[in-house]
């Protein structure tokens, strides 16, 4: 089971950079133990919290010629690590 799927980048997840926070996008099934240890092996920091959100799907409607088709995004699950003092993860590198 892969834990960690992407890096959250949002302006909300950018500005939490500042605090040490990062923001990522998790299996749902993960707990927190799971994702802690998964952050610490694949980026060499220590991780100091970690808090979850389940967020749910949105709905979208679209309007096409014959009909009004209505529909969900996928819900999903995403972290708020906090790592600690003097730690510093480099989300942008890859990109």
């Given at each position: 089971m892969?834990?960690?799927?992407?890096?959250l980048v949002t302006e909300k997840a950018a500005?939490?950079?500042?605090?040490?926070?990062f923001v990522f996008v998790v299996n749902k099934n993960a707990d927190k133990g799971q994702i802690k240890k998964a952050v610490?092996?694949?980026?060499?920091?220590?991780v100091d919290s970690v808090r979850t959100a389940?967020?749910?799907g949105k709905s979208k409607t679209r309007y096409t010629k014959t009909a009004v088709i209505d529909g969900r995004t996928s819900s999903f699950k995403k972290a708020m690590v906090k790592l600690a003092d003097g730690e510093v993860i480099?989300?942008?590198e890859n990109m």
């Open positions: 892969q834990v960690l799927i992407k890096p500005m939490m950079n500042d605090q040490s926070v610490e092996d694949k980026y060499d920091v220590k389940i967020m749910p480099d989300i942008y």
